[in-house]
């Protein structure tokens, strides 16, 4: 993933794994804080930057099937959560 991309586009692109890999609920709280992101960017930054730490964090995501890593989603959601780190940190 070379190209930077924006707010949106990682959140959208996070939710669409995260929804696939069976993880309702941390699908649902990112659609949120993305419908939410432009009135206070700062805010929802920091928000998203807490997912990062403690237990059930963003971090903590690992992607599988009938027993089997899903190597290229997880490859490709650690490239993202890096990417909306990063994003976040600039905005604070």
Known sequence: M???LNHT???SRMIALL???NFPDL????EIIKMNFDEN???KSLELLSMYRGAGSLNDIV???DGKLL???NIEFEELR???FNICKELI
Not at 27 to 30: I, P
């Open 27 to 30: 699908a649902a709280t990112l």
């Open 82 to 84: 890096i990417s909306l």
């Open 2 to 4: 070379n190209e930077k």
């Open 19 to 21: 929804q696939a890999g």
């Open 63 to 65: 992607f599988h099937k």
């Open 41 to 43: 960017p700062r805010e």
């Open 9 to 11: 586009a990682v959140l």
């Open 71 to 73: 190597i290229s989603e």
